[in-house]
Nanobody
Framework: QLQFVESGGGLVQPGGSLRLSCTAS????????VAWFRQAPGKDREGVSS????????YYVDSVNDRFEIDRDDAKTVVYLKMNNLRPEDTGVYYC????????????????????????WGKGTLVIVST
């Protein structure tokens, strides 16, 4: 069974940077799209960015485009989210997840069609952007 462990969160000042890691175990990621999500206090979980391991296609929601970058290691076991120019509204718990059928590319307003009902979530990693 595919499982993830998120790490790399912390406290950072506005304008700062962090790199989050999503480490996979249990099976190969070759046929999956891996995505990062976040949940701010009192708000619903929202998709942030995704990476298709098969063809490298990436997707970013409008609010993080040009500030965040998603990529992976050569072994295809870790997916990173590099976050630059962080803002207070980026504060939240960040999670990663994967799905073998969901796919998107480019930039858009939201993660339409993500199968939240069959997604297994890890513990996440907390990001706080504050002075």
């Amino acid at each position: 069974q595919l499982q993830f462990v998120e790490s790399g969160g912390g406290l950072v000042q506005p304008g700062g940077s962090l790199r989050l890691s999503c480490t996979a175990s249990g099976r190969s990621l070759d046929d999956y799209t891996v995505a990062w999500f976040r949940q701010a206090p009192g708000k619903d979980r929202e998709g942030v960015s995704s990476l298709s391991i098969r063809d490298g296609a990436t997707y970013y929601v409008d609010s993080v485009n040009d500030r965040f970058e998603i990529d992976r290691d050569d072994a295809k076991t870790v997916v990173y989210l590099k976050m630059n120019n962080l803002r207070p509204e980026d504060t939240g718990v960040y999670y990663c997840a994967a799905d073998a059928r969901w796919y998107s590319a480019g930039v858009g307003p939201r993660f339409d069609g993500w199968p939240y009902d069959r997604t297994t979530w890890g513990k996440g990693t907390l990001v706080i952007v504050s002075t």
